[in-house]
Nanobody
Framework: QLQLVESGGDLVQPGGSLRLTCEAS????????IAWFRQAPGKEREGVAC????????NYADSAKGRFTISRDNARNTVYLQMSNLRPDDTATYFC???????????????????WGQGTQVTVSS
């Protein structure tokens, strides 16, 4: 069974950058679309970015467009989220999730993201 482990979260100042990593084990990541989600205290979980199994398509939340970039290295079984120009409202626990996929679409609202990591904390504060 696919297992996901996130890393890279940290305390960063506003305007700073971070790269989050999602490493997979138990199956080949090339079979899955991958999305990053985040959840701040007292708020609902929201999708941030999504990438199809072969990197053909990417989708971003409006809040992430122009600042975040999702990418993947299927040979390394790893997905990344490069975040720049971070703001205090980006503070949240960030999760990666996987959806078994047979096409090159990725939609964050898809209910079939059933594999989840444990999350990594990102705090943006001066």
């Amino acid at each position: 069974q696919l297992q996901l482990v996130e890393s890279g979260g940290d305390l960063v100042q506003p305007g700073g950058s971070l790269r989050l990593t999602c490493e997979a084990s138990g199956d080949r990541l090339r079979h899955y679309a991958i999305a990053w989600f985040r959840q701040a205290p007292g708020k609902e979980r929201e999708g941030v970015a999504c990438i199809s199994r072969g990197s053909i398509s990417e989708n971003y939340a409006d809040s992430a467009k122009g600042r975040f970039t999702i990418s993947r290295d299927n040979a390394r079984n790893t997905v990344y989220l490069q975040m720049s120009n971070l703001r205090p409202d980006d503070t949240a626990t960030y999760f990666c999730a996987a959806l078994l996929s047979f096409d090159e679409f990725c939609i964050m609202s898809d209910p079939n993201f059933i594999f989840w990591g444990q999350g990594t904390q990102v705090t943006v504060s001066s």
